[in-house]
C-alpha cells in the first residue's frame, strides 16, 4: 500500500462511548452515511482532482496525513453542523456528517437521490475546505473562496447541468 496516497489516509472514526449509547437505527443510519462518504470521498476522479489542487495551490504534499470520516455530527454552540474541522500542525482533518433530525425534515419535501447527491456534494467541499486550509490556515475568507471555485470546477467537469449546480451550490455555500 502507497502510504502517501490521499485516499489511503481515509478511515471511517467512530467515538466508542457515542456508539455505546447510539439506538441501533441510529447507529445504522450514520455507519451508512460515512461509508457512503468514505467512498465518495476516495473515488478516482476527486482523488485526481485534489492532487490538481494541491499542486495548484503547492500545498506541501506531506501536509495532510491523517483524514477521519467521524460517524457522528458534531454541533457547534449555536446549534449548526460543523462539515469539517482541522488541525494543520499534524495535518490532521475530520469530516463531519450532517444531523440525522436535519435529514429526516428535507427527506418530506426533497427526493432521496438529491439529498444523497447534496450529501456527497458537501462531504467534498467540506475536505477542499480543510485541505486548503493547510495552506492558509486561519484565512477563512481565502479558503472559503478557493473552496467555492474548486468546488464549481469540479462540479462542471461532472458534466451536472448547471440548474442543478447552482441549486447545490446555493445550499452548500450559503452562510
Ligand atoms: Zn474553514
Redesign the pocket.
Known amino acids: 500500500m502507497d502510504q502517501s496516497k490521499l485516499s489511503n489516509k481515509i478511515r471511517v472514526v467512530s467515538n466508542p462511548k457515542k456508539v455505546e449509547n447510539c439506538s441501533e437505527q441510529r447507529l445504522q443510519f450514520y455507519t451508512d452515511y460515512a461509508s457512503a462518504v468514505s467512498e465518495t470521498l476516495r473515488k478516482p476522479l476527486f482523488q485526481k482532482f485534489l492532487y490538481w489542487i494541491i499542486k495548484r495551490e503547492r500545498i506541501e504534499k506531506r501536509a495532510v496525513t491523517d483524514i477521519q470520516v467521524r460517524v457522528f455530527p458534531f454541533q457547534k454552540e449555536n446549534g449548526n453542523c460543523l462539515a469539517g474541522r482541522c488541525n494543520s500542525d499534524d495535518g490532521v482533518i475530520l469530516i463531519f456528517p450532517k444531523k440525522r433530525s436535519f435529514l429526516k425534515k428535507k427527506l418530506k419535501n426533497h427526493k432521496k437521490e438529491k439529498l444523497r447527491f447534496y450529501l456527497k456534494s458537501r462531504a467534498r467541499a467540506a475536505l477542499i ?1 480543510e485541505i486548503l ?1 493547510m495552506k492558509y490556515e486561519g484565512n ?1 475568507n481565502k ?1 472559503r473562496q478557493l473552496t467555492k471555485k474548486y468546488f464549481g470546477i469540479f462540479m462542471r467537469h461532472q458534466n451536472h447541468d448547471t440548474q442543478n449546480l447552482h441549486a447545490i451550490q446555493k445550499m452548500l455555500f450559503a452562510f
Open positions: 475546505h486550509h477563512e479558503v
